[in-house]
């Protein structure tokens, strides 16, 4: 049902705007959502396949990538609809009306979205006071949530580390983990900052701001599947010699001929499946990786788990396989 929607109606919508569209429909469909799970109408995970990793107990294996929720509106209904955890963002210091549009297109014969969106977003200290609220409700307070921070566009390379920070201080109080991410290809020069020698003071200052704002919050850093395998080791390396509790692996690439901007789906799956592996000898059994590109079945997750994965987060296949799919999804991976 959910495919011949997609094919004869939202596909037809600007892509944008179908993306505005879902994150109304999981904000005003909190309740439905719930009332669904309530009722059997939703698979909901079993208990036993829970995942305990970075002190946080994850309901599920597969959480929600950054992205799709940039201003953290939605996090209750995407949670009450299947997700074992949801990673807002991503978030910068300040508010960003990021590139100009056109900057979001599908590329339906692969099944993948290419997006140049440029961290579109209402900034760290409004994101967390929303996120505040949220977790003064109940089921609020339950949703495992993770927040995915980048550096705001005007803000000089030199600065970056501070720019981080910034953000970190703010929402590291909401958030049951963040992602520090230097691998979007949409602002410019952000990729470089993937180098130890510019990510290195970045992450230093990231965990001296959660300090300073007096909570214990896991870090992780996300990176790109455009990243040789010499600089994959690397960042590995420098993870684990700054005590990381993860890596994030992998964003959206840029090797592809079809535009300006990320392609994400299935397109990157091989490659996801190759750095996941490759970080999993390198970094050894115990530091938590979330596996992330071109999940589009549950054989494409259980490929992942099985390259060394700890975690996994979907994007592209939620938007093509529809809201109830990842509820699925979890319910087999943990059977």
Not at 300 to 326: E, I, S
Request: some cysteine.
């Amino acid at each position: 049902m959910y495919s011949s929607l997609y094919r004869h109606a939202i596909s037809k919508l600007d892509a944008e705007a179908a993306h505005r569209l879902g994150v109304n429909a999981f904000h005003y469909g909190f309740a439905g959502f719930r009332a669904a799970r309530a009722c059997g109408l939703v698979s909901s995970p079993h208990a036993g396949g829970a995942v305990k990793a970075m002190g946080v107990t994850f309901p599920a294996p597969l959480g929600l990538a950054a992205g799709m929720d940039k201003n953290g509106e939605s996090v209750r209904g995407l949670a009450a609809a299947g997700f074992g955890f949801v990673e807002v963002g991503t978030v910068t210091a300040h508010a960003q009306p990021g590139n100009p549009r056109p900057r979001s297109w599908r590329e339906l014969d692969v099944r993948g979205l290419r997006n140049q969106m440029g961290f579109n977003n209402e900034g760290a200290d409004a994101v967390a006071e929303r996120l505040s609220v949220m977790r003064s409700s109940s089921y609020g307070a339950k949703v495992v949530m993770g927040v995915n921070i980048g550096k705001t566009k005007a803000t000089p390379a030199a600065e970056a580390a501070e720019d981080y920070a910034y953000s970190a201080r703010v929402l590291a109080p909401v958030a049951d983990y963040l992602v520090v991410n230097v691998s979007s290809p949409n602002t410019p020069g952000l990729r470089d900052l993937q180098s130890t020698a510019a990510l290195r003071p970045i992450l230093v200052a990231v965990r001296a701001a959660i300090k300073d704002a007096g909570v214990t919050v896991p870090l992780l850093v996300k990176i790109a599947p455009d990243l040789a395998d010499e600089d994959v080791d690397a960042v590995a390396d420098l993870a684990l010699e700054l005590g990381l509790d993860g890596i994030v692996a992998t964003n959206t690439t840029i090797s592809h001929d079809r535009g300006p901007g990320g392609l994400s789906g299935p397109p990157v799956r091989a490659r996801a499946l190759e750095v996941v592996s490759r970080l999993r000898v390198r970094v050894g059994p115990d530091m938590v990786i979330i596996g992330v590109g071109g999940i589009d079945s549950v054989d494409d997750a259980r490929a992942l788990l099985a390259a060394g994965a700890t975690l996994l987060q979907t994007y592209t296949g939620f938007v093509y396989n529809g809201p109830w799919w990842v509820a699925r999804l979890n319910a087999e991976l943990t059977r």
